[in-house]
């Protein structure tokens, strides 16, 4: 079946989840007290809940181009424990895992206050450090790279996609829309060498950083757990701060120049200072953003090639909005 949204609602493919699951709970010797229920369907991602004696349960199974979810964060759950919100079983040829619920995430707190985004950038930069020294094992698992020397590239090969596309189609390009995109290449490849003269090393970005994809700890003492990695890249760290900073401007109404989103950018940069000086830091982080557009781009692109029609309506925008925007500024006017 084509439509994953109509597989994942149909009754053979709930019965095959629920086998794996039930294989899955008899080898912890734990039971299910009751049916699955399945709170919701897009054409990214189904999760089921699992009431059992243990707590509930959340299932999961991606859309094919972000299989490699599963195995990513079973790996960063060995690497960083306290980090991540590991899966307890994994099936990666099917994209699919099971992972204790955690409780309520960071978002339920219904907070503006700028302390509540220092403290998601910042505890994530904890995490991308200790994930730097393992490119290599996350590249295995299935995390794809984005290496910044190669961004341009990319960016350039897909146009031959959007332009050889009908006219009619949701990510078709016209020739000058893609001769704009070309245009703009070349500040990717200044972007890239901004960054190279700044030693950060390359590190996981989770390319969707937000309140809802981290749980709220048990204690002050304790980090955040992210989960929900299936858009991220092995890539330029700085650029997980795109999200948050859109999100932020969104959430204040404001611009980017505003001195709580500032104050947000010098938390997660704290992280970092014993690798170069605060100042040299911050010159990073525009750089990094540019490349953080090539990455949001490149997320939506390896979703839509599994898209249903009307998903390809509804989510192509996105991708030609990241395409077509790339090097606009995000911090700078």
């Known amino acids: 079946m084509n439509n994953l949204r109509e597989a994942w609602a149909s009754p053979a493919w709930r019965r095959e989840a629920e086998q794996w699951i039930d294989l899955v709970l008899d080898s912890f010797g734990v039971t299910r007290t009751g049916p699955t229920d399945q709170p919701r369907i897009r054409f990214w991602s189904t999760q089921l809940t699992v009431p059992t004696d243990h707590g509930t349960l959340w299932f999961k199974e991606n859309n094919p181009g972000q299989f490699a979810e599963a195995s990513i964060l079973s790996l960063l759950g060995e690497l960083a424990p306290d980090h ?100 703009r290449l070349p500040a990717v490849h200044r972007a890239v060498d901004a960054l190279r003269a700044v030693p950060v090393p390359l590190s996981l970005d989770h390319n969707d950083l937000h309140a809802r994809n981290c749980f709220l700890p048990g204690t002050d003492a304790e980090p955040l757990r992210f989960f929900d990695f299936a858009d991220a890249y092995w890539a330029h760290p700085f650029s997980a701060l795109l999200v948050p900073i859109t ?87």
Do not use: C, K
Not at 104 to 130: C, H, K
Not at 251 to 270: F, H, K, M
């Open 247 to 333: 999100q932020m401007r969104e959430q204040w109404n404001t611009t980017a120049e505003d001195p709580r989103i500032r104050s947000v950018v010098t938390a997660y940069l704290e992280r970092w200072t014993d690798l170069a000086p605060l100042p040299e830091l911050r010159a990073a982080v525009e750089p990094a953003l540019t490349l953080a557009g090539v990455h949001r781009y490149g997320s939506w692109l390896r979703l839509l090639v599994y898209a249903d029609d009307d998903s390809m309506r509804a989510y192509a925008p996105a991708a030609r909005h990241y395409l077509t925007t790339l090097t606009d500024p995000v911090l700078t006017a």
């Open 84 to 183: 991540v919100a590991a899966p307890l079983a994994i099936e990666p040829s099917r994209g699919w895992m099971l992972t204790a619920d955690h409780g309520a995430t960071l978002d339920g707190l219904g907070s503006d206050d700028p302390a509540v985004w220092a403290r998601i950038t910042a505890d994530f930069a904890d995490l991308q450090r200790i994930a730097a020294p393992h490119g290599e094992r996350l590249a295995e698992a299935g995390l794809v790279t984005m290496n910044p020397e190669v961004a341009a590239n990319f960016v350039e090969n897909q146009l031959l996609l959007h332009t050889g596309l009908p006219a009619g189609h949701p990510l078709y390009l016209s020739a000058e829309e893609a001769d704009d995109v070309v245009r």
